[in-house]
C-alpha cells in the first residue's frame, strides 16, 4: 500500500477546492458582446415615465397614429428590457446547476482517490469527506430546482412567454390605439413577466394538467353520451375542425372569441350547460375572460347536437369549409 503524507493530502485538497472558479465557469453560454449593464444602460428611456408622459400628452390626444408610435416604442422597448433578465436568469439557474453538480462530483472524485491511496486514520477521514460531499450534493438535489423538474419549468416558461408575446404582437400589430390602448399593453407586459417565472410555470403546469383532464372528460362525455351517428368519423372531423378553430388565437381572435361565447349558434342543452359552467355565474363573458371563454368554448364544443344544422351554423361563424 502507497501511503500518503500529511503534506500530500493537504496539497491535494487544495488542487481540488482551488478548481471550483473552473468548474464554475462552465457557463453553456457564450459571452454576449455587449454586457447587462451596457445593455440596460442603453434602454433607460423605457423604463422611466417619459414616454408614458409623451402617450399622454395632450397635444397628442387628437393624433392616435403617434400614439399608437409611442404606445408601440414604449411595449417594444419594454419586451427588450424583461427578454434581458429572463435570459440572465435562465442562465444563472443553468449556471448554479453545473457548478454543484460538476463541482462535487469532482471532489467526490479525488477524495475518493486519496482514500485510496492513503492508510489508516488519513483514509478514514478522507472517506468520511467523500461521503459528506456525496450526501450535500444528494441532499440538494433532491430538494433544489436543479433537476428533472427545473429543465421541465424552464421549457415550460419559455413556451408561456411565447404564447403571451403572440398576443402583445398581435396586438401592437393588428390594433389601433383606441383598441389597444397603452395600459392594456402594460397590463399584458406583467403576464409576460409572470410568464417567465416559476411560480408561473407552476401554474402553467397545473393549469395544463387540468384543462387536458377537463378536455378528456369531454372525450369521454362526447362517446359515452352521444348518439352513433353523432361520432361517425365525418361529424368527428367537423367537430374537431372547429375545436381547433377555436384554440388558434391568430385564426379566431379574443374579440370573435368573446363574441361567440356570449351569442353562440343554438347547440343543445348541453352544450348551454357546459358553457354556464365557464360562466361562473355571470352574465356574459367580459374582455378579461377571453381566455376561460376560448377553453370553455372548445369543451362545450364537444358535447353540442351533432346535427348538419348545428355544425354548418359554427362553421359559417367561424368560416370554415366542412371537410
Same mark, same amino acid.
Given at each position: ?204 403546469? /397545473?393549469?395544463?394538467?387540468? *384543462?387536458?383532464?377537463?378536455?378528456? =372528460?369531454? &372525450?369521454?362525455?362526447?362517446?359515452? %353520451?352521444? @348518439?352513433? $351517428? ?12 372547429? /375545436?381547433?378553430?377555436?384554440? *388558434?388565437?391568430?385564426?379566431?381572435? =379574443?374579440? &370573435?372569441?368573446?363574441?361567440?361565447? %356570449?351569442? @353562440?349558434? $343554438? ?57
Amino acid at each position: 500500500m502507497v501511503k500518503l503524507s500529511s503534506k500530500y493530502i493537504i496539497a491535494l485538497l487544495v488542487l481540488l477546492t482551488s478548481g471550483c472558479g473552473h468548474f464554475a465557469a462552465t457557463r453553456g453560454f457564450p459571452v454576449p458582446s455587449v454586457d447587462v449593464e451596457t445593455r440596460l444602460a442603453q434602454m433607460d428611456v423605457y423604463r422611466g415615465d417619459t414616454l408614458i408622459k409623451q402617450y399622454n400628452d395632450p397635444v397628442n390626444a387628437n393624433n392616435p397614429r403617434e400614439r399608437q408610435r409611442i404606445r408601440n416604442d414604449l411595449i417594444n422597448g419594454r419586451i427588450a428590457l424583461i427578454d434581458i433578465h429572463f435570459n440572465e436568469f435562465l442562465q444563472s439557474l443553468h449556471e448554479e446547476g453545473i457548478g454543484l453538480n460538476v463541482f462535487a462530483d469532482a471532489i467526490a472524485i479525488g477524495l475518493g482517490a486519496a482514500g485510496a491511496l492513503a492508510s489508516g486514520g488519513t483514509s478514514q477521514i478522507l472517506s468520511g469527506a467523500t461521503a459528506a460531499v456525496i450526501g450535500t450534493k444528494e441532499s440538494v438535489d433532491k430538494n433544489a430546482f436543479f433537476d428533472q423538474t427545473m429543465s421541465a419549468l424552464m421549457t415550460k416558461m419559455i413556451a408561456q412567454r411565447k404564447s403571451v408575446l403572440v398576443g402583445i404582437r398581435n396586438g401592437l400589430l393588428n390594433s389601433t390605439d383606441e383598441q389597444y390602448p397603452l395600459a392594456q399593453g402594460l397590463a399584458d407586459l406583467e403576464g409576460y413577466y409572470y410568464a417567465g417565472t416559476i411560480p408561473g410555470a407552476i401554474t402553467g403546469v /397545473v393549469q395544463s394538467a387540468g *384543462d387536458e383532464a377537463a378536455e378528456a =372528460d369531454a &372525450q369521454l362525455r362526447l362517446v359515452f %353520451n352521444r @348518439p352513433v $351517428d353523432f361520432v361517425s368519423k365525418p361529424v368527428l372531423d367537423r367537430v374537431d375542425a372547429i /375545436v381547433m378553430a377555436l384554440k *388558434d388565437s391568430t385564426r379566431v381572435s =379574443d374579440n &370573435q372569441v368573446l363574441a361567440l361565447a %356570449n351569442n @353562440p349558434p $343554438d347547440s343543445g342543452a348541453e352544450f348551454t350547460k357546459m358553457l354556464e359552467l365557464y360562466r361562473d355565474g355571470k352574465p356574459s363573458f367580459s374582455n378579461a375572460d377571453a381566455a376561460v371563454a376560448r377553453f370553455g368554448l372548445t369543451q362545450a364544443v364537444h358535447v353540442m347536437e351533432g346535427s348538419d344544422a348545428v355544425l354548418s351554423a359554427w362553421e359559417q361563424r367561424l368560416e370554415l369549409t366542412p371537410p
